[in-house]
C-alpha cells in the first residue's frame, strides 16, 4: 500500500497549489481519502475529505470556499486544490485513506489505515 503526496511548496499569500495523491496496493475506489495538516507544535487536523464515490465531501470551516477536493478513481487519484492561500495553511500535508462510510467518523485521523509522507506547503505573507 502506498499513498504519495505532490505539488506542495511555496506560494505567497493570496496564491494557489494543487496537491494530489497518488494510491496504490489498495481498491482505491472502495476508500475514502481525506487530507490533514500538520503545523509545528499543533495537532493533526482534518481539511478536507471525500467518500469513495466522490458525491460526498466534507471541507473544515478554515478552508470552506477556498480548497475543494476532487477525485479520479480511474486513475487512483485524489487533488485538492488550494486557493486564497493565507500563512496559516502552512503545515505539511498529508493524504490518507479509509474504509469507513460514515463522513463525520473520518474527521478523526485514528479512522485511517494508509497515510501518505506528507508535502510541505509553506504560504508566505
Known amino acids: 500500500v502506498q499513498l504519495v503526496e505532490s505539488g506542495g511548496g511555496l506560494v505567497q499569500a493570496g496564491g494557489s497549489l494543487r496537491l494530489s495523491c497518488a494510491a496504490s496496493g489498495f481498491t482505491f475506489d472502495t476508500y475514502a481519502i481525506g487530507w490533514f495538516r500538520q503545523a509545528p507544535g499543533k495537532e493533526r487536523e482534518g481539511v478536507s475529505i471525500?467518500?469513495?464515490?466522490?458525491?460526498?465531501?466534507y471541507y473544515a470551516d478554515s478552508v470552506q470556499n477556498r480548497f475543494t477536493i476532487s477525485r479520479d478513481n480511474a486513475k487512483n487519484t485524489v487533488f485538492l486544490q488550494m486557493n486564497s492561500l493565507k500563512p496559516e495553511d502552512t503545515a505539511v500535508y498529508y493524504c490518507?485513506?479509509?474504509?469507513?462510510?460514515?463522513?463525520?467518523?473520518?474527521?478523526?485521523?485514528?479512522?485511517?489505515?494508509?497515510w501518505g509522507q506528507g508535502t510541505q506547503v509553506t504560504v508566505s505573507s
Open positions: 471525500i467518500s469513495s464515490g466522490g458525491g460526498r465531501t
Open positions: 490518507a485513506a479509509s474504509s469507513t462510510v460514515i463522513l463525520s467518523a473520518l474527521r478523526t485521523p485514528s479512522q485511517y489505515a494508509y
